[in-house]
Every structure is written in C-alpha cells, then in structure tokens.
C-alpha cells in the first residue's frame, strides 16, 4: 500500500492507495477506489515464524505482525478453543460429552472432527442463518403504527435451511431476489423471494398505498446495497452519491428491476402437510380415474355438457362506480381496468363501502357481485382475511333519477343466488366482536336478510377456499326509466372481529359490480377460469385437456353423489397451510422513473433496467429482469458481492471486519486492515463453489483464530481493537446467544428447528394501549415454546421483545449487517430477574444437585464445568462455597424467601432433587444466577 502526502493550507494531508496505478494516476479524484476492481488472488506474503502458519491466512495476518514489530498470541488452552468454535459455528457451548471427549482426544485430528460435527449439526444454520436475517431485516410484524403480525416464518426456515445443506452463496442470493424466475420454480424458490418482501408494510388508515410501495422499494433497494453489494447505494435515492460514482439515475436503473410485481402472499405448507395433500390429491385422482374407467363414455357426455353450458350466460355489463371515500372506513379501493375494486391499505373490521354510478342501462333485472382473485390478496384472495375469505353481510342497492339524487328509492330483491352456498357456521373465535352475538356465515340469501349477525360466506375448506365467486341478486321489479339514474351500492362488510391491528377483517378483497337487463338471472355456477377457458374455445379439443373440466362436470352427475361426497369429504382433510410474503411478477412493466428529491409525487425521466457504470457491465441481450440482475449481483466480475460477504463473516469471528465498516466498501469507508487478505478470501470464496463450509473451515483451522484473547499491556496500547489480529477474539455474544446459552447450560433448551415464532414470557404492558399503539396478541408460551432458541422469540418492529433488545438485537426497520454492542448495567439486572433466565437458574441448580455429585466441591466442579467449559480455581471453590453458606444462612435468617427463589407456591409441592431440601436449592438458585451472570459466561474468548 502506497501514501500519497498533500499540502492544503498548511496541513499535510495523507490518502492511501493500493498500487503504483493508483497512486500515479495523476489525479485523485480521477483514482478507482480499491473495491470497485475486481479481486484478484495474490501470493501469501512470505513470514519469518513459518511453523506458526496452518494455512494461507496465517500468512497474511503473521507478516503484517512481523512488519510490526509484533508476534502472535500462544494457542489457547483446549478447552477455551472448544467453546469458542462451538459458539463461533452452532451458537451453544459444548455440551460435556462433547467437552470431555475432545478434551481426551489427544490425536492430531481431534480438532478437525469436531470442527465436522459442528458444521454438520442443524443448529448450525440457525446460528449463521440469524447472521443472514439481520441483513434480511426479518421481523414477524409489519412496523409503523397498527405493526400486526404476519406469517413469514417460512422465509426464516428457509435461510436456516439453506446454510445446513451450504446453498452456493451466489445460489442463495439469485433464489431471494429472483428464485419465482427460475426454471421450475417450486414452494422453496418462490419463499426465497421473502427477502425482499420483509420491507415494513404501513395498513394505517389515510395512507396512499402507492407512496408506502415505494417506501418499501427503497428499503429494498437499502437492503441490497448492504447486504449485497456492500455499498451505500441509497444516497442516491434523492440525488447524485456525493462520494462513490453511482449517479441517481444509475440507482432507478437498478430499482426498475424491482419495480414490476405484485406484493404477494403465497400459501404455503410444511413438508408434512406436503405429504397430506398429495395424499388427498391421490385419492381424488384415484376416485376419478375410477369414474372414468366405470363410464367408459364419460367423454362424449362431457363434451355434450359442455356444448349445452357454452354461451348460455346472460350479458353482464361492468359498471364503473365512484366510491365514497367517507364510506371505506379508511380502507382505499384501486379501481382496476377491468372495473374491479382491489382493497388496499388499511383494513377496518366493519364498515359498509358506498359506491355510486350514473348510468342509461334501462331495465335492470338484476345484480352481479364478483368476488375476484388478485396476488396482492392472502393465498390470492378473494377476500382479506388472513386465509384469503371474506364475507358480505348485506348487498343494497338504491336508486334514484340522475337529476334528482336526494330521491333515493331502496331497491327490493325477489331473491338471490350464487356459485357457493354453504351451510350456517358461526364465525371463529379470531372473529369475535365481543357483541356476546352469534355472528355466522351461510348461503347467498343472508345477505338479503336485513340482519347484520349472517354473512354470505365463500370459505368452504382449504382446499377450495381461494378461487373466484359470484352472487347474482334479483331485483323484485325491473329498474325502468325513461332518464339516466343513480345508482348507489351499500356493500356491508360487518364480520370481522374487534381489533383491526390484529388481522381480525373478513373484507372482500377484489369484487366488481355488473348488471343485466336478462330475465330471471342466475349466477353462473361454473368456476370462473373454467368459463373463461370454454367461451375462449370454439370447439372441445383444448377444454378437454384440463382435468379441471371433468372434477367440475362429475359434480353434476347425480349418479355420482356417493364419490363426489368422498372427495368432498377428502378435501376437508385438506392442510390448513400458511401464507409467506413473496414476490409475484406482473404480467406488464411499470414505468419507472427517477425521482426528483426521492419523491413518488416528483416522477422525472423514464429508465429502464441497468447497472452503474462504475461496475461491471450486464450481460449482452440478457433479459431486463430480476433475475439477469441477481445473476449480475453474483457474477465473478463482481467487484464488491464476494469481498463484503467475506467480511461479514470475518467480523462475525473476530468483532470487527477486515474493512471496519461491512455495510460500507465504498470510497468513505476506512482501509481495511489487511486489504490482500480480503482479496484473497474473496477468491477462494468464489473459486470453491461459494460455499460458507469451506469459509468456515478455512478461519476456524487457522492460527490466527485459535489464537489467545489474552490481551497483554504492550497490545493494549499498540492495538486495542485487535485490527492486527495479533490475540483471539473476545467479546460478548450477540443477544439471541446470550439466552440460548442460559438455556443450553440449565437443560431447559428446546432444540426444535424451525416453525412458527414462539412468545416467552414478556410483561403484558408492553402489548397495550399507551405502550402499544393497539393491542397486540402476546399470548405467553406455557410449555416447550417458551424455551425456544431466541432465534425464535416472536419479533415486533414497534415492541422488540425486552430481553433482546437491551441485548442489542434490532428490530428489522432496516437492514443490519454490523450490530452495535453495548455493556450496560441492565443488562445485568435482566440477566438476574428475567422471568426465564431465572427458570433457568433454578432448572440449573436442580440439576447440579441432581447429577453434579454429593460432594459441595463435585457440585461446584460440575456447575463450571457445565456452564464455562472449565474447571473453577481454589479460589473460586472457596467463594462459591462462602456464597452458599451465606444464602443459607440468609433464608434461615427470613431475609430470604425459599419458596420465591424456587418458584413454587408451596413448598410441599416443589419436586425437589432426591435428598435436597428447598433451602438448599434455593441457595443453589442464587449460586446459579451468579454463574450465569459471569461475564464469562456471556462471552466468547
């Protein structure tokens, strides 16, 4: 590395630079900053300690120490070593079998089989996968005001997943940003793409839903930036960046990728309930197939059935109404091009939506209420519900002479009919309005009946809950008039639940209104995409290849009744599911154009798709889309993609990045300490299949991770951040870890992988009014779940769960790809009271007196054993010993209460060790607190 020394006004001013190049190039601003070349391989320098190296990394680091005058830490003792790798790879400390048998194994390998174990143990993704989620911005809620909940957990096993079979990097970020678009694209690849769907969603009520879009646009635009690229990119969402050459036309290149599919939420399934619906699947083909086989001229039948229901609907003409803003509830309606409404924005759990319409269509005999699919809506809708139903409590319609709109007449209906009609049901308990009234949904006709407790309800079971409905309402007396009329519609949607933070609406999602002037209409009761598919065909030769057409047709078969009930009944068997933010493309392109000062309402110049020109060039006829740029991000070319992942995870290591700030490569970033290092890395990284293992196995095999934290007096001034790498790392572990380790140690840790987020115990304050903006479910986990991996802890953005947040973790309003780490004394008070920290020290004292010996010394051994993977010094035998005995003596005294420590409500009922009384183990409880509180309990060294 070159310096280049300037006068300016007095002062000599230094810049480093990287190479003869660079420093000659004559003019400085004019110079490539390092990181926007692509890596190149250099040659590990040579070193003078040439036994201290184990592999190229030890060569870097070892040189800079020797050009320093310096000369590295001793190895740190085995079983210092084993629970530092065993936090560094799964997150938990080793266990004491685990402890015990590296410890005995003295062969040369010993290291290398546990390094294996670690990397081939499924906690293994859940600790580097939550490396990734911070990055990802994960949360479980939507943030900003109403902050409710959402399913999203499914992109969370995801990541978990993709690091436990060591997904290729560049693999790992084409499925997040492009997966829907790969060549048969399943559930996974789809799931991928919640990395971009994890931006805050605003559903309060008054919001432009366009300008909380792009809002989320820009936060993925952020997101890719640093977690990505390693670069700032949204300086130049308002103007030109004012350090690296990225112009802001260059960054709505790159947004125009983004900027052209639906905000979906895909319905999806765990790999049993996978299994379940093929089962249920099978079974109806079977059904079928035996149908076919027993009618051998169920053909020609079809055909003639579908000859007969081709072109024998009435004519339906759409009608454009203008809603009444007053009416929504705050809920905003997205008039579409084919005259359908699309809810948007908040969603109110009651209100009656007014629409109105000017029209000359004489002689209407009747109504069509579309209920219509969109990808915005849950599991595509119709409805909003959180299972994609909804539900009409009542369909009025009034009309009045165009020039005399104040004379309403409330139009009378001879009756109704629909494509589903099922059975009155009351509501789910999520729907409860706290009225103390039955509230059901049922047939068509409940939404004529005047009663605000019936609902016309669509939501017939899973499995064919979320498909296009109609409902066709008869007029009593044909609307006749010789002038143009006012029509106004009062769609009523009163069966949601009683908190709208909570996703308690049961809204129609999509609907449009048609109208006809046939006699006695009746709604077609053909699926919608089945009566598209045959109008669209003039003949049967295309119909009769979707097997759609035949599972329709045999329901009319009365001879049949007996199988159709057995798939019927079949289909109920049918997983419930869940549904997952995705990304879902649009069927055109959205113009894209920069925005002056950043903002939607100031659109400048169209772009199109494109990519900085300070970078490397996209591929020659590649097709403008996210999955050309995803491609891009992760071509070899790339100059920063590989050198920041590699960083990140050298800081997750050490505490700090080879380049100090890992969200930052750009041209205002400090130089990185070991600039050859980072290159190096970056190209073994790509060269062996981008694949984390082989990262990992590279620096936890080093000399320079297996170094000693011990920090001598000379290091303490030469080099207090440890930037030379001339010692271990110590630090405390991340919040998540800090929790998973009391768990692990007390024996109380549940190991499951994946699935739903949990809720421990938390203060119900914190979910209500004032503290919350409204209330939110924190229903506390009476079981396993509340001793879950704090990877798990339910997350929301607007009340982060307090014992992670005093720990430092973030609450995904943005990407974090470098924590802060803080030392305060409450968390210390946390780590002594939190309601399942203490569960842990008291679970941890029962086992220490169960299995830890009878002997006090044996118990203690044990206990440090267990919690700091070594033994304790006589002076501390002698300290803890002195702690116990005050404790005693301190219940004794009643200055303490057994029962409270122990946690039990009589003291006869606690299940106490064998041979242990309750004053013992409540002293053992404090002991336990303290052993866990230890600062080197919640660090890594």
């Known amino acids: 590395m070159n310096r280049i020394h300037l006068v300016i006004a007095g002062l000599v001013v230094s810049f480093s630079c990287f190479s003869e190049v660079e420093c000659s190039a004559g003019s400085l601003q004019k110079a490539k900053h390092w990181a926007f070349d692509p890596p190149v391989r250099p040659d590990p320098p040579s070193v003078g300690n040439a036994s201290w190296v184990r592999n190229p990394i030890d060569h870097f680091i070892l040189s800079r120490l020797e050009k320093e005058g310096l000369q590295p830490a001793p190895q740190a003792e085995r079983s210092q070593l084993i629970r530092r790798v065993s936090l560094d790879l799964i997150g938990l400390p080793p266990g004491l079998d685990q402890l015990d048998a590296f410890l005995e194994d003295k062969g040369e390998g010993a290291y290398t089989k546990l390094v294996e174990k670690l990397l081939q143990s499924a906690h293994y993704g859940e600790k580097w996968g939550r490396h990734w989620l911070d990055a990802a911005r994960y949360s479980d809620s939507d943030g900003f005001e109403k902050d409710k909940s959402r399913e999203v957990w499914f992109y969370r096993d995801w990541v978990i997943q993709a690091f436990n079979r060591d997904l290729p990097y560049d693999q790992f970020i084409i499925q997040q940003l492009a997966g829907d678009l790969l060549p048969g694209a399943g559930q996974e690849e789809h799931v991928a793409t919640g990395f971009l769907r994890n931006s805050m969603i605003n559903e309060e009520g008054g919001i432009d839903p366009e300008q909380f879009r792009m809002e989320a646009m820009f936060d993925r635009m952020d997101a890719i930036g640093k977690s990505i690229l390693g670069l700032t990119i949204q300086c130049a969402q308002c103007h030109d960046h004012k350090y690296d050459p990225m112009s802001q036309e260059d960054y709505y290149k790159i947004f125009s990728f983004l900027n052209n599919d639906h905000e979906a939420l895909l319905a999806v399934y765990t790999p049993a309930e996978h299994q379940v619906r093929a089962g249920v699947f099978q079974r109806i083909n079977e059904l079928e197939q035996d149908l076919k086989h027993r009618n051998p001229d169920w053909e020609k039948e079809l055909k003639s059935w579908m000859h007969a229901n081709r072109g024998n609907q009435p004519e339906w003409i759409v009608l454009r109404p203008h809603v009444d803003e007053i009416s929504t509830g705050g809920q905003k309606y997205q008039n579409l091009e084919d005259g359908s409404f699309l809810a948007e924005g908040y969603a109110p759990t009651k209100h009656t939506v007014m629409m109105t319409v000017k029209t000359d269509i004489r002689n209407i005999t009747g109504f069509r209420l579309e209920l219509l699919m969109h990808a915005n809506l849950p599991a595509k809708g119709p409805g909003r519900s959180i299972k994609g139903t909804g539900a009409l409590t009542e369909f009025e319609v009034d009309v009045a002479p165009a020039v005399s709109p104040d004379q309403k007449i409330k139009i009378k209906f001879s009756g109704?009919?629909?494509?589903?009609?099922?059975?009155?049901?009351?509501?789910?308990?999520?729907?409860?309005?706290?009225?103390?009234?039955?509230?059901?949904?049922?047939?068509?006709?409940?939404?004529?009946?005047?009663?605000?407790?019936?609902?016309?309800?669509?939501?017939?079971?899973?499995?064919?809950?979320?498909?296009?409905?109609?409902?066709?309402?008869?007029?009593?007396?044909?609307?006749?008039?010789?002038?143009?009329?006012?029509?106004?519609?009062?769609?009523?949607?009163?069966?949601?639940?009683?908190?709208?933070?909570?996703?308690?609406?049961?809204?129609?999602?999509?609907?449009?209104?048609?109208?006809?002037?046939?006699?006695?209409?009746?709604?077609?009761?053909?699926?919608?995409?089945?009566?598209?598919?045959?109008?669209?065909?003039?003949?049967?030769?295309?119909?009769?290849?979707?097997?759609?057409?035949?599972?329709?047709?045999?329901?009319?078969v009365k001879e049949w009744k007996a199988v159709n009930d057995e798939i019927n009944a079949l289909l109920k068997t049918h997983p419930e599911g869940t549904t997952q933010l995705v990304l879902s493309p649009m069927k055109g392109m959205r113009d894209t154009r920069v925005l002056k000062r950043g903002s939607f309402l100031t659109p400048d110049q169209s772009v199109v798709g494109g990519v900085p020109g300070f970078l490397h060039d996209l591929p020659e006829d590649a097709p403008l889309n996210r999955l050309t740029f995803a491609r891009w991000l992760v071509d070899r070319k790339s100059p920063t993609t590989a050198r920041a992942i590699v960083n990140r995870v050298w800081q997750s290591y050490f505490g700090i990045g080879l380049v100090e700030t890992s969200e930052d490569l750009g041209t205002q970033s400090p130089q990185p300490s070991h600039p050859e290092l980072l290159d190096w890395l970056a190209v073994e990284f790509m060269e062996h299949g981008w694949s984390f293992k082989k990262l990992h196995r590279l620096i936890v095999h080093s000399s320079t991770y297996r170094q000693s934290s011990m920090m001598t007096s000379g290091l303490v001034v030469r080099d207090p951040a440890n930037r030379l790498f001339a010692r271990g790392p110590r630090f405390r572990v991340d919040g998540e870890i800090v929790r998973d380790i009391a768990l692990a140690v007390s024996g109380l840790l549940d190991p499951t992988i994946g699935g739903p987020s949990v809720y421990p115990p938390a203060p119900g304050f914190l979910y209500l009014p004032p503290v919350s903006y409204g209330p939110k479910n924190w229903n506390d986990d009476k079981r396993e779940g509340r001793y879950r991996r704090g990877l798990y802890t339910f997350a929301y953005r607007s009340v982060p769960y307090p014992m992670l947040q005093t720990f430092d973790v973030p609450n995904g309003d943005f990407s974090c790809v470098r924590r802060e780490r803080s030392n305060t004394p409450l968390q210390a008070l946390v780590m002594l009271n939190e309601p399942v920290l203490m569960e842990c020290a008291r679970a941890f004292a029962a086992h220490v007196i169960r299995v830890g010996g009878g002997d006090r010394t044996d118990r203690i051994h044990y206990a440090y054993r267990r919690c700091l993977s070594r033994l304790p010094t006589a002076e501390e035998v002698v300290e803890v010993s002195r702690l116990l005995d005050e404790q005693k003596q301190r219940i004794s005294d009643g200055w303490l209460s057994a029962r409270d420590l122990i946690g039990a409500e009589k003291l006869s009922e606690t299940n106490l060790p064998p041979g242990s009384t309750p004053t013992q183990l409540a002293a053992w409880t404090v002991v336990s607190r303290v052993l866990l509180n230890l600062d080197e309990t919640i660090t890594k060294e």
């Open 416 to 556: 109704a009919t629909s494509d589903i009609n099922l059975p009155d049901r009351p509501l789910d308990p999520i729907y409860d309005d706290r009225s103390g009234r039955r509230r059901s949904t049922g047939p068509v006709s409940y939404a004529l009946d005047g009663n605000g407790d019936t609902a016309w309800g669509i939501d017939s079971n899973p499995a064919t809950r979320n498909q296009a409905r109609k409902a066709v309402f008869v007029v009593e007396q044909a609307i006749e008039s010789e002038a143009d009329i006012l029509l106004t519609f009062r769609i009523n949607q009163a069966h949601g639940g009683w908190n709208s933070d909570d996703n308690q609406n049961q809204n129609l999602g999509r609907f449009r209104i048609s109208v006809t002037t046939s006699v006695n209409p009746e709604a077609d009761p053909l699926p919608k995409v089945l009566r598209d598919a045959l109008e669209s065909q003039r003949d049967d030769s295309g119909a009769l290849d979707m097997p759609a057409f035949f599972s329709y047709w045999r329901t009319t």
